[in-house]
């Protein structure tokens, strides 16, 4: 590993580090609490009492920010591994077992892929009873992502075990007797972990944005609880965010986090790895 | 001296010949128009372009809210409210030089009382079954007869655009000062001066002074309001607070607000026999002193300041003020008064345990308040309840629904315990307010589709509404009216929160523009306004 590369990681790890640090003493650091609307004091620019200013209910926004990075970086990291689990199991399953079981998971993951998300997410909240509390509603909106979200990575996956099926080392080991449990198990399921890794990865950004969107629909985190997605919904409309560069905060803070897990996946192990998996 | 005369006379034809500028005026439409058929008009779209292209028998003046005499230069209400008969202009064709006569009003008319065209126009004509019946006695008179009397009849033919009987071009022929040259769908709406327009301007000046409107849709409010900032579009008939804000600050002199409309946002709770929400919180909603105590402990100033920048004012009942003739004067708003809302609430039997607030039988004072997703305003409303309430110790959880399943749930399925909605008010008085207020109705929100009014004061309601309905003594429908308005204040089956203002935006290079609080709050004297020429060839 190069120095710079080392540098980068470092930087990344640090980067990290802090946000979450940040995000789970927030009880600690936030100047107010998250809900507490500041009424004289509404959509005013950063000052000494409120250091990222007040959003347009005159909530502090540095404490929304703390607190909303606390339940984006919690749950966000929790709805990918429920779909790159259930992306791996899938996914891992057809491309090893190939013919119908394939054809049919990856007909099933093509369904998924297909589905109208946005009538279907609809429909699944109209299901849902009114009287849910923010917490439990968030926890349901990311789990409703990580059951819908696995199907992309499914097909990645799926394309990944079967190259590692058909590989020369897997020939080998069936030529020397090796088992098909331990072959799974102990040669191509390690091998199938960078990929998992990075759709984990490449997951959890699409999951906070995700969840940005549903705010929109009404599935996403309710009011008064603050995740990046509700934060970022401020940035809605042009007229709201001009001569205002504070409001930018969140979406900067995303920026940052995603770039530094990207960076810390690149110059980790796991690409290591996946380039060494993918030349094999 | 004379020369300041001559000076003073060039600047006065000057700013005449701006005044008639003529060109292209251009604005948006939120949508596609459904319909060019002026008889079936419902959406907003639809009856911005009747609005434009329509010629009326009456009009109201959305300035002094005053009747005004069109295309009928006078006309009678018989004794007993049955029948209206008119006097026609003669002389006056349509777009496509079709006469216009009293056969056409007739056409229009049988058209509109229909059973089978099921016109929403025609539904405020709507008084008994029985067929309408028109008698033209001549090319200039036609009398119009209801199978019952009509409340405020000559009122609501300011909706009632006139079609052509024999033109063939048929609804695409109009009165009106523009008619539609051309309509790409999505795209844009090309109406261009119709050149038998009847009006003139009291200097003998053909009217309208503009030549066309081209009216694009756009959903995009964001989009519309950066249109108008660039000086590609002309003006935005309707803004949102924030909006307002950014364009006063943008372009000085643009932005206008006419005052308190006649738009309320309100909540309530659902008091529906049939409605799956527990017994328990069914009787909080059902009791007067519980939905009073909500709307004292409910900062509906900091609202107006908050959520509105200011543009809009807490509301005082049902009505707003700006309708300036039905208005209950003696009505005031209630104060937030959070300390007042817990006595009221201890006379149930309400109590705070732990700063929470529990009803006598032990349950924690807690509801749901649905609002329509991607509703910024009534989102951060709900959001200000949210906190005002929690200070009595109610915990509300704020669901934002997409709007078919809010509706659904508030019209069908009844499974919801409080909503906050706005209300479009397009005509004065109680009119409107019949489907909303007699207990049988379908929109009577809180407790829809009562065979028999459930409570005393419903049936009063009913009682009063049926009065006013059907007196045609302005003075008895007036006192009726106010006796409604004073028992929705008492019982608050609707919490009335702010009335918005009329907030428009308006390009300076715009001519006579005289922004009103009723729709369409400024092109509602289209005909007169004019746009600077210099700019329109730009």
């Known amino acids: 590993m190069s120095g710079a590369h080392s540098l980068l990681r470092y930087i990344s790890i640090g980067i990290l580090g802090v946000v979450f640090l940040a995000s789970l003493f927030a009880g600690s650091l936030a100047p107010a609490p998250y809900a507490k609307q500041f009424r004289e004091d509404p959509d005013s620019a950063p000052s000494r009492q409120h250091w990222l200013g007040t959003d347009d209910l005159g909530r502090d926004r540095f404490s929304r920010v703390l607190y909303g990075t606390r339940i984006s970086l919690l749950m966000a990291p929790a709805a990918a591994l429920l779909a790159s689990a259930l992306a791996g199991l899938l996914g891992g399953a057809a491309g090893y077992l190939g013919g119908w079981t394939e054809r049919g998971l990856m007909a099933a993951a093509d369904l998924v892929l297909s589905l109208p998300w946005l009538f279907l997410l609809l429909a699944v909240r109209a299901l849902l009873p009114l009287n849910v509390p923010p917490l439990e509603s968030v926890t349901i909106t990311f789990l409703i992502l990580g059951c819908l979200g696995w199907a992309a990575s499914a097909r990645v996956v799926c394309a990944g075990a079967k190259s590692l099926r058909n590989s020369d080392f897997a020939l080998q080991a069936r030529a020397q007797g090796c088992s098909e449990a331990r072959l799974l198990f102990r040669h191509l399921a390690p091998n199938l972990r960078p990929l998992l890794l ?39 409309g042009l007229t709201a965010i001009s001569g205002k560069p504070w409001v930018f905060v969140p979406l900067l803070l995303l920026i940052v986090s995603v770039t530094a897990f990207q960076a810390l996946l690149l110059d980790s192990d796991t690409d290591r790895e996946l380039k060494q998996g993918m030349s094999a | ?212 409107i081209r009216l694009d849709i756009q959903q995009n409010r964001d989009t519309e309001m950066l249109r108008f900032l660039r000086g590609e579009i002309d003006l935005i008939d309707t803004v949102d607070a924030e909006y307002f804000n950014r364009a006063q600050s943008e372009q000085a002199g643009s932005a206008h607000d006419a005052g308190v409309s006649l738009d309320p946002e309100q909540l309530w709770f659902n008091q529906t026999a049939k409605s799956p929400i527990p017994a328990y919180k069914r009787a909080w909603f059902r009791s007067t002193n519980f939905r009073v105590a909500i709307w004292e402990a409910v900062n509906r100033d900091d609202m107006a300041r908050i959520v509105y920048r200011g543009r809009a004012q807490s509301a005082v009942g049902m009505l707003s003020p700006a309708d300036k003739f039905w208005f209950n004067a003696s009505l005031r708003t209630r104060p937030y008064d959070p300390q007042a809302a817990l006595k009221l609430l201890a006379q149930d039997g309400f109590h705070q345990q732990n700063r929470q607030l529990i009803d006598r039988d032990g349950h924690a004072v807690e509801f749901s308040l649905v609002t329509p997703a991607g509703n910024k305003t009534r989102e951060r409303m709900a959001a200000m309840m949210q906190e005002d309430l929690s200070k009595i110790g109610i915990k509300t959880n704020v669901v934002s629904l997409d709007f078919p399943s809010l509706i659904d749930r508030i019209t069908r399925t009844f499974d919801y315990e409080a909503c906050l909605l706005g209300l479009t008010n397009m005509t004065l008085g109680p009119d409107a307010q019949m489907n909303v207020w007699l207990s049988s109705a379908e929109n009577h929100q809180w407790n829809p589709s009562q065979k028999q009014p459930e409570t005393a004061w419903e049936a009063e309601i009913d009682r009063l509404m049926r009065v006013q309905a059907s007196s045609l003594d302005p003075k008895k429908r007036k006192a009726a009216f106010d006796r409604v308005q004073q028992i929705a204040w008492e019982q608050a089956p609707f919490i009335y929160l702010v009335n918005r203002h009329a907030l428009s935006a308006v390009s300076p290079r715009l001519h006579n523009v005289q922004p009103a609080v009723l729709q369409p709050y400024v092109y509602w004297n289209i005909d007169r306004l004019s746009r600077n020429t210099e700019s329109a060839s730009r």
């Open chain 1, 198 to 236: 990075a759709q984990f990865w490449i997951s959890v950004p699409v999951f906070i944005l995700a969840e940005a969107n549903l705010g929109v629909l009404g599935l996403g985190v309710s009011e008064p609880l603050p995740s990046w997605g509700s934060l970022l919904r401020e940035l809605e």
């Open chain 2, 1 to 212: 001296m004379k020369l300041r005369a001559v000076l003073f006379s060039l600047l006065l034809l000057t700013a005449g010949a701006v005044a008639q500028g003529g060109g292209q005026l251009r604005f948006c439409l939120r949508s596609d128009p459904k319909t060019f058929d002026p008889v079936l008009v419902e959406d907003e779209a639809s009856e911005r372009v009747r609005y434009i292209t329509g010629g009326f028998l009456i009009r109201l003046n959305r300035l002094t809210q005053e009747l005004e005499p069109e295309l009928a230069t006078s006309w009678k209400i018989s004794k007993d409210g049955k029948t209206i008969s008119f006097v026609l202009r003669e002389g006056l064709h349509f777009s496509d030089g079709t006469p216009f006569s009293s056969e056409d009003v007739a056409f229009t008319l049988q058209r509109l009382m229909d059973p089978n065209l099921h016109s929403p126009t025609g539904d405020a004509f709507r008084s008994a079954e029985g067929k309408v019946l028109t008698q033209v006695t001549s090319p200039n008179k036609v009398s119009v007869t209801f199978p019952a009397a009509v409340a405020s009849l000559d009122r609501k033919f300011d909706q009632v655009a006139i079609a052509s009987a024999k033109s063939p071009k048929k609804e695409m022929a109009v009165l009106g000062p523009f008619y539609i040259a051309d309509y790409k769908p999505g795209a844009y709406l090309q109406l261009n001066r119709n050149p038998n327009y009847w009006k003139h301007d009291e200097q003998g000046h053909a009217l309208p002074y503009l030549d066309s």
